[in-house]
């Protein structure tokens, strides 16, 4: 019986789920951007936990950088200031 609520623990099957909480991430700072765009929201979008989000990121700007797939992160270029 479907409750429309989100489950714990692992999903079953092979693990989608860092490309699920990316997919999200992309579509919300798209939309939103950086500053309205929330771990809770990508969460919610991805059907996971916003714990599961900072496990596999650490943090929004982890998150970011890894949506961005750039080859550098931003903030070692900053850091260098």
């Not at 765009?37 to 059907?47: D, F, H, K, N, W």
């Not at 890894?66 to 903030?75: D, T």
């Amino acid at each position: 019986m479907a409750t429309g609520r989100h489950t714990t623990g692992r999903r079953p099957g092979e693990s989608c789920t860092r490309a699920a909480i990316l997919d999200a991430a992309r579509a919300a700072f798209a939309e939103a951007g950086y500053d309205r765009a929330t771990i809770r929201g990508i969460a919610a979008a991805a059907e996971v936990d916003p714990a599961l989000v900072l496990h596999y990121f650490g943090s929004k700007e982890g998150l970011f950088e890894a949506a961005l797939e750039l080859p550098i992160r931003p903030s070692d270029i900053f850091a260098r200031g």
